[in-house]
């Protein structure tokens, strides 16, 4: 396969370093700076997710064979980044009594995007708050499960990855995951919504943006990859 050749091998490890070496730098400036620690430590977490991922995908495709132990640490951090960035989110607000303050009386508005279109309207209480919260929280409990699942079924052959067979795991592994991130970034599209106006001077949209892009996009391009050269067995 091509991406098993040296080319792909070589231009992965060099994007994979790159990216690390920028992002280490941006991480070291923080350091150097560090006036805002209640702000820049979610800041730092949040960056690191740039060399675990690039460095654990470029390891994965030069050991293929162990690559499921690779992505599970990557994986894991994911999940712990879609918490960080609510935390940082909630930080730059004041925290959870702060925002209550800001939003209570006001109402979620109707739209397609927020999936509430043919509902009520939702009231901004502290309910809803806890409801984005805990719906960021799961992926963060879910994640490691199925990692440890995943490689559990990987060392007793019943794993199979890109095999969509009901006989094996990685089906289950994939429906159960993709409910728990799809809670996870609704949760936070509608924390968002809510509090979009106070968090302007912020400008959180574009962090927000590429958090969805690293962790939602990944996932459905795996999803893709498994459509053209996974098996579908009965």
């Known amino acids: 396969m091509f991406i098993l050749g040296s080319a792909p091998q070589v231009l992965g490890g060099l994007s994979a370093i790159a990216a690390s070496a920028i992002t280490c730098h941006q991480i070291y400036q923080h350091l150097q700076n560090y006036f805002c620690p209640s702000q820049q430590r979610w800041i730092i977490r949040i960056l690191s997710i740039v060399p675990i991922y690039a460095l654990t995908s470029w390891f994965s495709l030069m050991m293929w064979k162990f690559s499921i132990y690779f992505v599970s640490i990557r994986d894991v951090y994911e999940a712990f980044v879609i918490y960080n960035f609510l935390c940082l ?15 209570q009386g006001k109402q ?6 927020t999936g509430t279109c043919c509902l009520p309207k939702i009231d901004y209480d502290i309910q809803f708050l806890r409801f984005c919260k805990q719906s960021t929280l799961q992926f963060c409990v879910v994640k490691p499960i199925v990692s440890i699942i995943t490689i559990i079924l990987e060392a007793n052959d019943k794993f199979h990855e890109n095999n969509l067979s009901p006989k094996y795991g990685y089906l289950y592994v994939t429906i159960i995951y993709n409910i728990s991130v799809t809670l ?4 936070l599209v509608l924390f968002y919504t809510a509090t979009r106006d106070i968090l302007k001077p912020y400008d959180p ?5 590429m958090v969805k ?6 996932f459905w391009q795996g999803i893709h990859y498994t459509g053209k050269i996974g098996k579908f067995e009965i």
């Not at 949209?205 to 943006?209: S, V």
């Not at 892009?213 to 990944?218: G, H, L, R, T």
Request: with cysteine; net charge negative.
């Open 89 to 103: 989110c909630y930080e730059y607000l004041g925290g959870e009594n702060s925002i209550l303050n800001e939003i």
């Open 205 to 209: 949209l574009i962090k927000f943006c």
């Open 108 to 113: 979620l508005p109707t739209s397609w995007m």
């Open 213 to 218: 892009a690293i962790i939602f996009a990944s």
């Open 184 to 187: 996870a970034l609704y949760g």
